[in-house]
């Protein structure tokens, strides 16, 4: 079941020969941003693939298991969760009082549902004030730009006129700055730096419980679908590659969906 429902779709047909740790290691990021999995989830999808290749060096097929090189998620008990609007402005509030430089980027992750990559990526050539959208064109690994792992990651996301504002002072402030959230030298900020030196500190003090940077991207969604957005819209958005994928993640949100759909059902036509 886990061969055909996520191996296969995501390898495709590449040849187990030549897989590279790299291609090992966005396996996992894509079940870390697309599934609803806990990291001991996770952690048995790529032992299962490391099995397969096994198999494959004991017929002689492959001489080494690039799966061995790549270390298991450290154990994580805790779910994705998704914010509510109460936990949202406590974690703004805080943000503008323990570090109002990092604001700008928190405010567009909650706007957005970018992931971490992409907004350290994000560059001002991508933002299109005029038609109010951000395209996500890079992504970035271990302080380097990378292309998305898949063709539904480019995408267009809308700029809403709070995060526009946000966006204009922040371009203001970077001046003729190539990123549009630079670390302090101007260049390209580390991902752990971020979750670790500015989101954790600002997640301390607004007292809310622990949260994940990636709780974030799960907040954004949650939120366009409680307030009536389709699932086809809110999959664009957030750059899934099915529909499927998007319902799998939210579908405790989407019941109240088709009970409005009912009583609409039950109001088109009046028994004669």
């Known amino acids: ?11 495709k047909n590449a040849k187990l020969a030549k897989l590279s740790k790299i291609d090992v290691e966005n396996f996992i990021c894509y079940l870390i941003d697309t599934k609803n999995l806990s990291t001991a ?3 048995k999808y790529k032992t299962l693939l490391g099995s397969i290749i096994e198999r494959e060096i004991e017929n002689g097929a492959i001489f080494q298991n690039v799966v061995n090189k790549v270390k298991n998620l450290k154990n994580n008990s805790k779910q994705a969760r998704a914010l509510t609007k109460e936990e949202i402005e406590k974690l703004l509030n805080s943000c503008k009082l323990v570090n109002p430089y990092f604001y700008p980027m928190l405010f567009t992750a909650l706007n957005t549902g970018m992931r971490r990559g992409e907004l350290i990526a994000l560059m001002w050539n991508n933002v299109d004030f005029d038609k109010n959208l951000i395209y996500v064109i890079y992504s970035s690994y271990k302080g380097k730009l990378v292309t998305p792992k ?5 995408r267009g996301i809308r700029i809403s006129k709070a995060l526009k504002k946000v966006l204009i002072e922040q371009k203001l402030k970077t001046g003729n700055g190539e990123f549009v959230f630079p670390n302090s030298k101007g260049g390209i900020f580390i991902g752990d730096n971020v979750s670790k ?9 607004c007292n809310i419980g622990h949260i994940k940077f990636h709780d974030l991207r799960h907040t954004f969604g949650s939120q366009l679908l409680e307030n009536g957005a389709t699932q086809k819209y809110v999959q664009t958005q957030m750059g899934h590659s ?3 994928i ?4 939210y579908n405790h949100l989407l019941p109240d969906s088709y009970q409005k759909a009912d009583e609409i059902m039950d109001n088109l036509y ?3």
Not at 1 to 11: A, G, H, S, T, W
Not at 197 to 205: G, I
Not at 246 to 249: F, G, K, Y
């Open 270 to 272: 009046l028994a004669s």
């Open 197 to 205: 030196r500015l989101f954790a500190p600002v997640v301390k003090a």
């Open 150 to 154: 898949s063709k539904t990651s480019y």
């Open 1 to 11: 079941r886990i061969v055909n429902k996520e191996i296969i779709p995501y390898l």
């Open 242 to 244: 099915s529909s499927r």
């Open 246 to 249: 998007t319902l799998d993640i």
């Open 41 to 43: 989830t996770i952690n």
